[in-house]
């Protein structure tokens, strides 16, 4: 079965921009949809955005003029850039799947990975 | 500000009934399917419910999901304590180019 691993520095300064990696094992980047969820510590689930292996792309409208989103289908993984971080971005990342928009349940998520935005 | 209205708690004793519901309006509940998710404590989501009241294999039929107008509701019989847990509710809004959106999440105590 599809299995996802997210992988990227733990630690951004304030202004830079974060870069993640999500890892697809079991199953083929072509599939499927591919999707970042955040959730600040304490706090509740936030979609980032979702790519296909086309480089189709929806993004979260409060997060678009930061977010980029990307596949790449030589090894199998996609990514997340966030720019301009501020604490506020502060939030375990987990990257997950879905069929397409109107099949939009998230399965499998992978472990998220914890990114803490400060100087 | 979440788009879709959770209940921030619930509570129930083991063996009884709870249900949690989620409100939201007619560009996402009101025209899309609405989807569940259990978080346990330090761990990802699972989900739970999807296209409104579908079970993935392994999930108990203790849950069960429903959807009217533009709000729905996440069912759980006979609540056990493995069932505390953060739940999710989540759907495809189709404003602004489409985006995914979820309720605040609902915390659920087993007293």
């Known amino acids: 079965q599809v299995q996802l691993q997210e992988s990227g520095p733990g630690l951004v300064k304030p202004s830079e921009t974060l870069s993640l990696t999500c890892a697809i094992s079991g199953g083929s980047i072509t599939s499927s949809y591919w999707n970042w969820i955040r959730q600040p510590p304490g706090k509740g689930l936030e979609w980032i955005g979702c790519v296909y292996y086309s480089g189709r792309t929806y993004y979260n409208p409060a997060l678009k003029s930061r977010v980029t989103i990307s596949a790449d289908t030589s090894k199998n993984q996609f990514s997340l850039k966030l720019t301009s971080v501020t604490a506020a971005d502060t939030a375990v990342y987990y990257c997950?799947?879905?069929?397409?928009?109107?099949?939009?349940?998230?399965?499998?998520w992978g472990q998220g990975t914890l990114v803490t935005v400060s100087s | 500000q979440s788009v879709l209205t959770q209940p921030p708690s619930a509570s129930g004793t083991p063996g009884q009934g709870v249900t949690i519901s989620c409100s939201g309006s007619s560009s996402n509940i009101g025209s899309n399917t609405v989807n569940w998710y259990q978080q346990l404590p330090g761990t990802a989501p699972k989900v739970l419910i999807y296209?409104?009241?579908q079970r993935p294999s392994g999930v108990p039929d203790r849950f069960s999901g429903s959807k009217s107008g533009t709000s729905a509701s996440l069912a759980i019989s006979g609540l056990q304590s493995e069932d505390e847990a953060d739940y999710y509710c989540?759907?495809?809004?189709?404003?602004?180019?489409?985006?995914?959106?979820f309720g605040g999440g609902t915390k659920l105590t087993v007293l």
């Open positions: 989540s759907a495809w809004d189709d404003s602004l180019n489409g985006h995914v959106v």
């Open positions: 296209s409104n009241n």
């Open positions: 997950a799947r879905f069929l397409g928009p109107y099949t939009n349940w998230f399965d499998p």
